[in-house]
């Protein structure tokens, strides 16, 4: 009889990453379970911090931990980013720049800049908002990988401080 080894971490992670990014852009499921997938997908406490932040600034500014509701409402609404009181908006965007700083390993930068542009633009939305939601997730993609390649190794320390601010953000708002 042969062994079985299991998946290694590194397959581990990266289906943690790829089933957050799935919760993010269907817009299905609970924000609970995205951070506990963001942060095993990461691997590293300072990466999982901040996706622990930035999930909870996302439910914090929305009133609630379902991304059925939470797409809804970006449905109705238009963007987290661009809609509702600024102290709110601004929460957004410090936790989409935090989970694109943070500077995840590997591919899993793809996925933290995929859920970014969704955080920003939305994930679900009417079909006219389908396009700029496609685009957002795509320059959250590229953002990461470039970060991840040129900023500096003080980015982490900005990403831990943005994601703060945009649990401070989302409370005051």
């Known amino acids: 009889m042969v062994p079985w080894s299991g998946p290694s971490s590194d397959e581990l992670r990266t289906g943690a990453g790829v089933g957050a990014a799935l919760l993010a852009l269907s817009s299905t499921g609970e924000v609970v379970l995205l951070i506990v997938l963001l942060g095993a997908a990461a691997g590293e406490l300072v990466v999982g911090a901040v996706a622990l932040m930035a999930t909870a600034a996302v439910a914090l500014r929305w009133g609630t931990t379902?991304?059925?509701a939470i797409g809804g409402a970006?449905?109705?609404l238009g963007p987290a980013a661009a809609v509702g009181p600024p102290l709110a908006a601004a929460s957004?965007?410090?936790?989409a720049a935090a989970l694109i700083l943070v500077k995840p390993r590997g591919l899993t930068a793809l996925l933290f800049g995929v859920t970014a542009g969704v955080i920003v633009a939305g994930?679900?939305?009417a079909l006219g908002q389908v396009v700029l939601r496609g685009a957002a997730a795509v320059l959250g993609a590229g953002l990461a990988l470039g970060a991840q390649r040129f900023a500096p190794p003080a980015a982490r320390s900005l990403a831990l401080v943005l994601a703060a601010g945009a649990v401070g953000l989302a409370l005051i708002a």
């Open 66 to 68: 379902s991304l059925d």
């Open 92 to 95: 957004m965007w410090c936790a």
């Open 123 to 125: 994930p679900a939305g």
């Open 74 to 76: 970006q449905t109705v």
